[in-house]
């Protein structure tokens, strides 16, 4: 079964500083991850998505996630935050193709509230 | 390039009502699917359409069902409504099922069961 953790319920930055948000992921396949991010009253972006190709995915507004097997990690990180950071995050997994095909159907984390301070 | 589109944006049912929530996919997307989000939770997936058929279905009751049309866009329907059906609703597209594309995600309806 596929399913998401996200560590943090909540994350405080200062703008300027580095921004981390942990999860950690149970696949029983290779899996697709994916971190979207939901700003108040409005849907879900797609950040960025790891297919199984380069463990370091870059993704929109300097965001990157590093993908470690090792540790079943798919952590969110960005230099310098800035104050239109202040969002939810939800890291993601996919299900997979096989028997009792879960594919395409997205597994959703807790999500991770990111404040941004001036 | 019109994204996934959700109508209503907004709206309030009484418990035991029947609601129909309605989704246009992203222009050239044929798989649509739906998830509820509760207050301070993550989305929780409902169910996908492809071929204009169910394809998956996750934990939820069969008060629960939708539909895809021909031209892929889709509805979601709610009936006998209970308090804990108030949450956003959220409807994805995508093509080849979402395998290595993603989904592109609609703004969502806000129900309220009151």
């Known amino acids: 079964a596929q399913s998401v953790t996200q560590l943090d319920s909540h994350v405080s930055v200062s703008e300027g500083t580095p921004v981390l948000l942990r999860c950690n992921y149970s696949?029983?396949?290779?899996?697709?991850l994916f971190w979207y991010v939901q700003h108040p009253n409005k849907g879900l972006q797609l950040l960025l998505k790891?297919?199984?190709?380069?463990?370091l995915v870059k993704g929109i507004n300097g965001f990157e996630a590093e993908f470690k097997k090792s540790e079943t990690s798919f952590h969110l990180t960005k230099p310098s935050a800035h104050m239109s950071d202040a969002a939810e995050y939800f890291c993601?997994?996919?299900?997979?193709?096989?028997?009792?095909?879960?594919?395409?159907?997205?597994?959703f984390g807790r999500g991770t509230q990111l404040t941004v301070w001036p | 390039d019109a994204g996934v589109t959700q109508s209503p944006t907004h709206l309030i049912k009484t418990r035991g009502q029947q609601v129909t929530l309605r989704c246009s996919p992203k222009?050239?997307?044929?798989?649509v699917s739906w998830y509820q989000q509760a207050l301070g939770q993550g989305p929780q997936f409902i169910f996908q359409?492809?071929?204009?058929?169910?394809?998956q279905r996750g934990n939820f009751p069969d008060r629960f069902s939708g539909h895809q049309f021909p031209n892929y866009s889709s509805e979601l329907n709610v009936n006998a409504l209970l308090l804990g059906d108030s949450a956003l609703y959220l409807c994805?597209?995508?093509?080849?099922?979402?395998?290595?594309?993603?989904?592109?995600f609609g703004s969502g309806t806000r129900l309220t069961v009151v």
């Open positions: 994805a597209s995508s093509i080849d099922r979402g395998q290595n594309y993603g989904y592109t």
């Open positions: 696949s029983s396949y290779s899996p697709s």
């Open positions: 790891y297919t199984s190709a380069a463990t």
């Open positions: 993601v997994v996919s299900g997979i193709y096989g028997r009792g095909s879960t594919l395409g159907r997205l597994y």
């Open positions: 222009s050239g997307h044929d798989t």
């Open positions: 359409y492809y071929e204009e058929e169910e394809r």
